[in-house]
């Protein structure tokens, strides 16, 4: 069974440019998470979704990000415009029933916005 | 000061040691995860725990709900244990993991 797929692994672009992470979850998986990680820190959450429905949104900036799941599958993050401090590893992770259940991570974008 | 708190941030060993991996946090929790980030690479979890203890082959956790304190421990290391091990914490009545910085680990030939 294919893990949690995100592309790019890697993106380098210039501050004020717009960016983009896909996600595409364990098949099956309900709950999709966003996370952001900072160099010799842990993920912190951005935005949680429960089927197609964001439900835990209070820690995306929304002035510059935004998010969305049609359909209940695949993931999409965006960022418009880049600033030097969004460079960071954005992780996706996905989960099967309840909080208790273990969550699927997978392997990350690293951006570096110069 | 973090909710969650690990210690050592960074740990180095000779191949065939014991390790411990400290993780200390705040606040009532209904579960805890030791997850494990090698460079480059996305995380896995290894445990959840809400008492006691797990083992997974040279891997055990233990955590002290009284204590609000958990460790993981690696019988015989090898170098392919080095990684960053976090801790995370679900606080109770949340659905939201609260994630410790990570210890690093090198674990020598």
């Known amino acids: 069974e294919a893990g949690v797929v995100q592309s790019p692994r890697y993106k380098i672009i210039e501050k004020k440019q717009p960016v983009a992470f896909w996600c595409n979850p364990i098949?099956?998986?309900?709950?999709l998470y966003w996370y952001r990680q900072n160099l010799g820190q842990g993920p912190e959450l951005l935005i949680r979704y429960e089927n197609e429905e964001a439900v835990d949104d209070s820690q995306l900036p929304k002035d510059r990000f935004s998010a969305e799941r049609l359909k209940g599958v695949d993931s999409t993050l965006k960022i418009q415009p880049a600033e030097l401090g969004d460079s960071a590893v954005y992780l996706c992770a996905s989960r099967l029933g309840g909080k208790y259940n273990e969550q699927f991570f997978g392997p990350g974008t690293r951006l570096t916005v110069l | 000061k973090n909710e969650v708190e690990q210690s050592p941030q960074n740990l180095t060993a000779q191949e065939g040691e014991f390790i411990t991996i400290n993780c200390s946090y705040s606040?009532?929790?209904?579960?805890l995860h030791w997850l494990q980030q090698h460079p480059g690479g996305g995380i896995v979890s290894l445990f959840m725990l809400s008492s006691g203890k797990k083992k997974h082959g040279r891997l055990i956790a233990t955590i002290n709900i009284q204590e609000k304190h958990s460790s993981l421990h690696i019988t015989a290391s090898h170098p392919r244990d080095s990684a960053v091990y976090i801790c995370?914490?679900?606080?109770?009545?949340?659905?939201?993991?609260?994630f410790g910085k990570g210890t690093k680990l090198t674990v020598n030939p």
């Open positions: 995370a914490v679900l606080p109770g009545g949340s659905e939201k993991l609260v």
């Open positions: 098949s099956g998986h309900n709950t």
């Open positions: 606040v009532g929790i209904s579960a």
